[in-house]
Every structure is written in structure tokens, then in C-alpha cells.
């Protein structure tokens, strides 16, 4: 899952892991599920009249909707922001030129087959100076329902799907609508504590949220679950292999790192489950209830972890929140930090800092010299608009 910044290649998770959801059962389930009197799955036999009845039912399982209505939201607004960028308009050379307003940047100045980064900016993109500044904390929200390309967008919808479906299923639309968005906002409240020379766009903090909600679920759950320490190395495993992939350039890794921290925080408030043993005393026969009183329905550490995590998320949100209107720059005060978004090597370099171009316009002519590699270039156009001169500045500063 990618967070992409204005330059905008990013990573996505290959590797899902998706823990079986606890309504379904079968021979191979995971899962043990707490015991509850109304629904009897077994009755007395003659040979034992003594013995208790036997009764279980699973969780209730959620059609998912909102999933999927998330994934059109993000496709519609991909498309939409295609059709403002209106590539053949504004810049020299586009990809896909039979797609008409619908062809994607040059793969110079955008690989991942989408708009550019004004385009993205117009749409809501982050950016952080607008935010502070210009009074467009609305950013936050919107930035991740935004991509930049085609690539981001696809791999992004479909670890949607594979996890978000699931996890709707079992824990209904409200709940994970819930971590998705909260998700969603911690990664960008952090990314924007950290990255403030470049746009980021994408799903991927929210993504994550979803699996530290997993992490946290199985956590917090832990009775229920059968082959606890395998599921749970898996799940380790998947998220520390994308957020090692996070390191790449141009990829947003501390929108993965907060939207990950929020979403685990999150999972413990919102995906806590009774204990197994429990017993539902509702329409249970007297003698039974008292057999079966002694099992609370949460253990003591669940509302441990409960009141711990709420307490955190709130206390997270609101020292970002202030720390970010203030104009914190995170990266002046932790000199290591920016290596756990990008570690330069020989094969690429970590360098965000916005392009600029010197300009000048001689009739029919428009001259640009990029001021960080020296590249002049000259451009037969007439009143170029600012919107195009930044495109091919990009351009040429790539």
C-alpha cells in the first residue's frame, strides 16, 4: 500500500493475511467462539439425562457494503481528478493520447500513469503550508481519497477489498468505517508532522489502520483464537515487510506508521469480544444460569487495553492536532526520523524538495531554466498559464 508524495512511485502490500472470521466454521476454523444459550446446537441423550445442553452460536455475520462503496468513491475521484488534469491541455507530451482529457502525465514527471501534482493539489491533496496557513485542515480528511496513477489506485482498492470485505463481515460497517477513517486521519496528521516540502496523496494509512486493527484484534481476543502464535507471527510478518517496502523514495512511509499506530489503537476500543466460555444469560433456565455465571463476558486485561488505547488515540490526536497548527516541523527536532520514510543508496536518491524554474516569455517562445540541475529548455508557446509552467518545470527538473 503506497502513500505517494508528489513525485509519486509508492509501494502496495502483495501479501494479505486475513485471519477467518470467527461467524463462519468449519473443520479447519481457527476460531473458538464464545457459548452462548440461544440457539441449542445439541440436546440430552437418553444416556446421559443429567448432562447440561450443549449451546453455541457464531457472531453475527455483516453483509459488507461499505467497502466497496469506498472503493467506487476512490475510482470516481481518480477519474474526476483525470478529467480536471486534462493532460493534453497543459503539458506538451501525454501518455494515452486517445484517452483525450483522460491521458496521464509523461512517465517522466509522473511513473505511476496519473495526473500531476497540481492536479492533486486542486483535488485536496496534503500540503502542508495550506493546512497551517491557509486554513485547510480539510486536507487531512481528503487526501486519502486520492491517488496518483493508476498503479497506486489498483493496488490500493484491491488490499481494500481483500481486507476490508473481511473485516466488515465480521465486525459490521460502523466499526470499520470507523478505524478506516480514523486510520486514514492519523496517518495523514503524522505524515503531515514530518513531510511539509511535497504533496501525498492515498489510502495506504488508512490500509494500515486495518491491519494494526487485525494486530490488535487478535490481541485483544486472544482466548477465542485457536493457533494464535502462527496467526499472529503471519500477521507481524506482512506488516513489517510493507513497511520496510516504505522506505522507498517517494513513498509516504510515516502515513503507513500513523495510520498503523491509530488503526492498532483503534482495534482495541472497537473489535473487543467476549471472552470464550462466556455465557449470554439471557432466556437460559435458572439452573444453567447459575452454572454459567462465574465467566464475565470481558477479561480484566481487555478493558485494560480498552481504556489504555482511548486514552492514547486522544491524546495522539489532540497533541497533533495543536503541534501541527502550530507549524511543528517534526524533522528539526528528530534528526534520524526522515530514514523511516526513505533511506538513500547509489541507486536512488531521498531528495523532496520542490522544483522551481526561472521563466521568461519572448513572443512565441517560453524559456525555462531549472534552478536545481541547470537544464534549460525553450518551448514554442504563447501565453503559457501558471499551471503549465510548473508541469513543464517538473519536467524538466526530473
Not at 23 to 29: C, H, I, L, T
Not at 107 to 123: I, V
Not at 159 to 169: A, C, Y
Amino acid at each position: 500500500m503506497g502513500r505517494g508524495g508528489n513525485q509519486i512511485p509508492s509501494s502496495d502490500i502483495e501479501n494479505k493475511i486475513t485471519i477467518p472470521p470467527s461467524s463462519q466454521q468449519s473443520r479447519n476454523d481457527n476460531t473458538i467462539h464464545p457459548v452462548s444459550m440461544d440457539t441449542p446446537t445439541a440436546t440430552n441423550t437418553p444416556s446421559n439425562h443429567n448432562q447440561h445442553m450443549v449451546f453455541s452460536k457464531p457472531f453475527k455475520s455483516w453483509f459488507p457494503w461499505l467497502i466497496p462503496s469506498f472503493v467506487v468513491i476512490n475510482v470516481v475521484l481518480f477519474l474526476i481528478t483525470m478529467s480536471i488534469n486534462n493532460c493534453p491541455k497543459n503539458s506538451t507530451s501525454c501518455i494515452g493520447g486517445f484517452l483525450g482529457r483522460f491521458s496521464f502525465q509523461p512517465f517522466k514527471e509522473n511513473p505511476l500513469l496519473g495526473p500531476s501534482a497540481n492536479s492533486l493539489d486542486k483535488m485536496g491533496a496534503l500540503e502542508v503550508n495550506k493546512v497551517v496557513h491557509g486554513g485547510e485542515g480539510w486536507r487531512l480528511f481528503t487526501c486519502m481519497w486520492l491517488h496518483a496513477g493508476v498503479f497506486h489506485i489498483l493496488a490500493n482498492m484491491l488490499s481494500l477489498l481483500f481486507i476490508g470485505i473481511r473485516l466488515e463481515q465480521e465486525f459490521g460497517f460502523v466499526r470499520i468505517g470507523l478505524l478506516y477513517i480514523i486510520a486514514g486521519m492519523g496517518g495523514s496528521l503524522l505524515s503531515a508532522l514530518f513531510i511539509q516540502s511535497s504533496i501525498s496523496v492515498g489510502a495506504s494509512g488508512a490500509l494500515f489502520g486495518l491491519l494494526g486493527g487485525m494486530l490488535s484484534e487478535l490481541i485483544t481476543n486472544w482466548t477465542i483464537y485457536a493457533n494464535k502464535f502462527a496467526a499472529l507471527l503471519t500477521l507481524v510478518l506482512i506488516i513489517a515487510i510493507n513497511l520496510a517496502v516504505g522506505i522507498l523514495p517517494h513513498v509516504d512511509n510515516f502515513a503507513h506508521i500513523g495510520g498503523f499506530v491509530s488503526g492498532f489503537l483503534v482495534g482495541f476500543v472497537f473489535l473487543m469480544r467476549p471472552q470464550f466460555g462466556w455465557v449470554n444469560q439471557r432466556n437460559v433456565p435458572p439452573r444453567i444460569a447459575a452454572a454459567s455465571s462465574a465467566k464475565t463476558k470481558h477479561k480484566t486485561y481487555q478493558y485494560v487495553l480498552w481504556v489504555t488505547a482511548l486514552i492514547l488515540l486522544i491524546i495522539g490526536f489532540t497533541v497533533g492536532l495543536v503541534l501541527l497548527f502550530r507549524g511543528f516541523d517534526a524533522n528539526k527536532h528528530c534528526s534520524w526520523c526522515h530514514y523511516m520514510s526513505c533511506i538513500p543508496t547509489k541507486r536512488w536518491s531521498c531528495n523532496n524538495d520542490p522544483v522551481t524554474c526561472m521563466s521568461s516569455q519572448t513572443l512565441n517562445q517560453l524559456n525555462l531554466t531549472c534552478s536545481s540541475n541547470g537544464k534549460t529548455n525553450t518551448y514554442q508557446m504563447s501565453n503559457a498559464t501558471d499551471n503549465q509552467i510548473r508541469q513543464l518545470c517538473t519536467q524538466l527538473c526530473g
